[in-house]
């Protein structure tokens, strides 16, 4: 009965999802309910936009469909575990003279039944497990960019 225990005890925390991959200064700024990462930077509209692409690229993302006049760019999904893939939707605006990165991660898993097999939900930093995580792993992706300031805001 004591190993049945101790194996169920490994098996729960082994097995869970952590609540957040993000350091603790960036998990303070984060509002309940987050979907969406808004970044600022002092580029222009296009040169971001071609320094996005090949950023994603370089990180082993495949563009599925990209509008450089419109400012859109969508990844396909991309394997961050066995079982899950994320994918990026991309917004870039032009502010001024600056540009303005807008972006949702979404996920799906691999192992589930063949109804759920191809849905794919928005991740959300507060609802925990998948959705946080692929929430997190959005921005720990996107904080690799030259940024001059981050927001982290509910969209529809």
């Known amino acids: ?22 350091p603790k200064e960036v998990r303070s700024q984060i509002p309940k309910e987050a979907n ?11 040169s971001l936009f ?3 692409s090949e ?3 370089t990180e082993n993302f495949r563009i599925h469909s990209l509008n450089k006049e419109v400012g859109f760019i ?3 999904g991309k394997q961050y575990r066995p079982e899950m893939l994320i994918r990026l939707n991309i917004q870039i605006s032009t502010d001024n ?20 097999k191809d849905k794919w939900w928005r991740g959300n930093y ?4 998948y959705f946080t995580l692929c929430f997190d792993n959005m921005v720990l992706l996107l904080q690799k960019l030259p940024y001059k300031e981050v927001q982290y805001i509910r969209k529809s």
Do not use: W
Not at 97 to 116: A, G, P, Q, V, W
Not at 126 to 129: C, L, R, T
């Open 126 to 129: 507060s609802y925990g497990g």
């Open 36 to 46: 969406t990462l808004v970044m600022n930077f002092d580029l222009p509209k296009d």
């Open 97 to 116: 003279n600056k540009s303005k990165l807008f972006c949702t991660s979404e996920f799906s898993l691999r192992n589930t039944n063949d109804e759920d």
């Open 1 to 22: 009965m004591k190993k049945f225990i101790i194996v169920l005890v490994l098996f729960i925390f082994i097995g869970c999802t952590p609540l957040s991959r993000l």
């Open 50 to 52: 071609i320094y996005v």
């Open 55 to 57: 950023f994603l690229s």
């Open 74 to 76: 969508n990844t396909d």
